[in-house]
Each structure stands twice: as C-alpha cells, then as structure tokens.
C-alpha cells in the first residue's frame, strides 16, 4: 500500500496530468511494488495514465509532467509512467509491458490518435 507521501505525490501527478490532458485523461492507475506493499526505498512509482485519443505529442507532455512533480520532490520516488489508451477489442501483451498478472488488463500502448 501507498505511504501518506506517496498518496499526496500520486494526486499532484493526476492534476498535473489533467491540466495537459483535460477530459482525454480517463485514469491513473498505480501498480508495481509500491501499490502491493512490496517496495524497497529504492523502487520507483510505477503509473499507468490511460489517455482517450492519446498522440506523441500529447503522451511527451504527459511524461514531462511526471517528471515536473519528481523534480519537486528530489526525484524520490523516480516515476515510470506509461500512457496508454482505453479500448475493449486489445490487451496488454507481455511483450510491450511484461508486467505480472496483477495488471489490470484493459488497455493498450499509446498510439497516434487515428482521427486527428
């Protein structure tokens, strides 16, 4: 379970993101080590940020606010963030995120927004 600093670092990164993703940002999801209690002081913050019509462009500006927030805090915890898009029809395939089966598997990797 998240520590009382890592809850508040968590929140600062979901406004932050929200400021640059409006309502494309659908959810942040935090998983890894840290989420299961199972960190050491050097784990990092592991974040999944699901984005609606996510592009480069839109998923660069993610991972800048992220590293924003680990700049306010002295880079403790480092954060690995992965934007990713919802969808129904795909999963996430070991192969681009070899996470284990306690991953919530109802995304896919960030790709160009087709439409636009």
């Not at 795909?90 to 109802?106: D, E, N, S, V």
Request: glycine share 8%; net charge negative.
């Amino acid at each position: 379970m998240l520590n009382q600093t890592e809850r508040d670092i968590v929140e600062e990164l979901k406004g932050r993101m929200r400021e640059v993703a409006g309502d494309r940002l659908q959810e942040v999801i935090v998983y890894g080590s840290r989420a299961w209690g199972q960190a050491s002081p050097d784990s990092d913050l592991d974040v999944a940020v699901i984005v609606q019509g996510c592009t480069p462009e839109l998923e660069a500006a993610l991972h800048e606010s992220a590293y924003q927030v680990m700049w306010d805090h002295d880079f403790s915890p480092i954060i690995a963030s992965r934007s990713l898009m919802p969808t129904t029809s795909q999963l996430i395939g070991r192969k681009a995120f070899p996470f284990t089966g306690k991953w919530p598997r109802r995304a896919s990797p960030c790709e160009p927004d087709p439409g636009g």
